[in-house]
């Protein structure tokens, strides 16, 4: 589980990449601030380029951090299960539920509409995405991790008069 280590991106693939930045819109690109996504949102160059924003890290795992399912849940089957299987309050070990993840990334996330960016590119990280992609299906948590979010992937949504509409979701260019 790689939540809040600032480990670097693999940008090797530079194909992909390309493909990437010709298939998103001239629009103003935010990141997270772990270099993952930094680096990742350099890549597309973008014109405009946003400061980088620490509430769209990903989930902070807190004792989990770079650690194995397996090797988490030998020590504490029923918190990890608990975790994965009826996510919401469960947080591990000095780290964040659900929930809290959930609620930073809303936040983050109305301030950038309150900006009236008409477009933007977020790079952030699969349970940021999936925060987003929970809130737009108005759907439980259980049936966002259902969805797979790939490196270098778009999932697109809209939000226009009060509304969410889902577009793409793990679309790789």
């Known amino acids: ?11 090797s693939d530079t ?5 990437l930045r010709d298939y998103l819109p001239d629009a103003p690109v935010v990141s997270s601030d ?12 973008p014109s405009l380029r946003l400061p980088h924003n620490p509430a769209l890290r990903e989930i902070n795992f807190g004792d989990w951090e770079l650690r194995s399912f397996a090797d988490v849940e030998a020590e504490d089957p029923a918190t990890i299960r608990a975790y994965w299987e009826t ?5 591990p ?17 109305d301030n950038y509409l309150r900006e009236n960016h008409a477009d933007l590119i977020i790079v952030a ?20 991790f259902s969805h797979k979010i790939h490196n270098l ?19 790789r260019p």
Do not use: C, K
């Not at 996510?87 to 947080?91: D, K, L, R, Y």
């Not at 000095?94 to 809303?106: A, C, I, L, P």
């Open 1 to 11: 589980m790689v939540g809040w280590s600032d480990l670097p991106a693999d940008l």
């Open 15 to 19: 194909a992909a990449i390309a493909r």
């Open 34 to 45: 772990l270099i993952r996504a930094t680096a990742t949102a350099d890549a597309l160059s």
């Open 87 to 91: 996510p919401g309050h469960v947080a």
């Open 93 to 109: 070990p000095r780290g964040e539920s659900w929930n809290m993840v959930r609620q930073r990334v809303d936040d983050a996330i």
């Open 125 to 144: 990280h699969f349970g940021v995405i999936l925060t987003q992609v929970q809130r737009a299906l108005g759907i439980g948590a259980y049936a966002a």
């Open 153 to 171: 992937s778009v999932t697109d949504m809209t939000y226009d008069d009060g509304r969410w509409t889902m577009g793409a979701i793990n679309h």
